[in-house]
């Protein structure tokens, strides 16, 4: 079996692919041993380039901007989450902070660990 190297986002997103093509594959059999080899590649490359835990210096807006951007959530449906989307628009520009309510709507319904929007963050001061 030819496991292909994940160099960039062109190579992450095919894995990303076959991952989805593969998934269910029965364990033991070569679709399930193709698929369980691109699950290890794909988590050490996400890893590597998006380092998110204890460590990392990502608040809760960076990684609510990851989840649209990468994650393939729109800014529509954060602004269905969170009520508004002057609401959503705020909370994005950091001019207003998230609230308990909006973070569990957040994790439950986008499967961000609550953890991540927890986090303190500066919000910017009206001039």
Do not use: C
Request: charged share 30%; aromatic share 4%.
């Amino acid at each position: 079996m030819q496991v292909p190297v994940i160099r960039g986002e062109e190579d992450h997103r095919r894995a990303i692919a076959e991952i989805g093509a593969l998934w269910g594959a029965a364990e033991n059999s070569e679709e399930g041993d193709r698929l369980d080899a691109l699950l290890a590649l794909v988590d050490s490359y996400e890893t590597k380039r998006w380092p998110i835990g204890k460590e990392t210096s990502l608040d809760p807006i960076d990684i609510l901007r990851f989840a649209i951007d990468e994650l393939g959530h729109s800014r529509a449906e954060l602004a269905t989450l969170l009520g508004s989307r002057s609401r959503a628009s705020e909370i994005l520009s950091r001019r207003r902070a998230l609230t308990v309510p909006m973070i569990h709507a957040l994790s439950a319904n986008w499967k961000i660990p609550a953890e991540l929007l927890v986090r303190p963050y500066a919000l910017v001061r009206p001039a």
